[in-house]
Nanobody
Framework: QVQLQESGPGLVKPSQTLSLTCTVS??????????WSWIRQPPGKGPEWMGV???????YYSPSLKSRASISRDTSKNLFTLQLSSVTPEDTAVYYC?????????????????WGQGTQVTVSS
């Protein structure tokens, strides 16, 4: 079965770049027709879809984050990454990576989706 795991620093200072990695096992990130998303959930708020990279390497982003977010992949290592620049305390959240057959616009899990367990990222000085 497919497993995803997020990793990266748990603390980031304001104005710096948040960088996370999603390592995938049990399946290839190039397999048709899967989409690989980043979702986050700030404390006390609902989940927010951030962006996605497709099986072919195309990227799409939430309009609210498009100017700051960048998703990349390394097919040789079967992983994809998230970079979020110019972070503020409002970017504090649990960050998830997930696989689905399309962007997870709602940020909500579906039966056929696979999610990582999430990683807490706190933006603070």
């Amino acid at each position: 079965q497919v497993q995803l795991q997020e990793s990266g620093p748990g603390l980031v200072k304001p104005s710096q770049t948040l960088s996370l990695t999603c390592t995938v096992s049990g399946g290839s990130i190039t397999t048709k027709y899967y989409y690989w998303s980043w979702i986050r959930q700030p404390p006390g708020k609902g989940p927010e879809w951030m962006g996605v990279i497709t099986y072919s390497g195309d990227t799409y982003y939430s309009p609210s984050l498009k100017s700051r977010a960048s998703i990349s992949r390394d097919t040789s290592k079967n992983l994809f990454t998230l970079q979020l620049s110019s972070v503020t305390p409002e970017d504090t959240a649990v960050y998830y990576c997930a696989r689905a057959k399309g962007p997870i616009y709602s940020g909500i899990r579906a039966p056929d989706d696979y999610w990582g367990q999430g990683t807490q990222v706190t933006v603070s000085s």
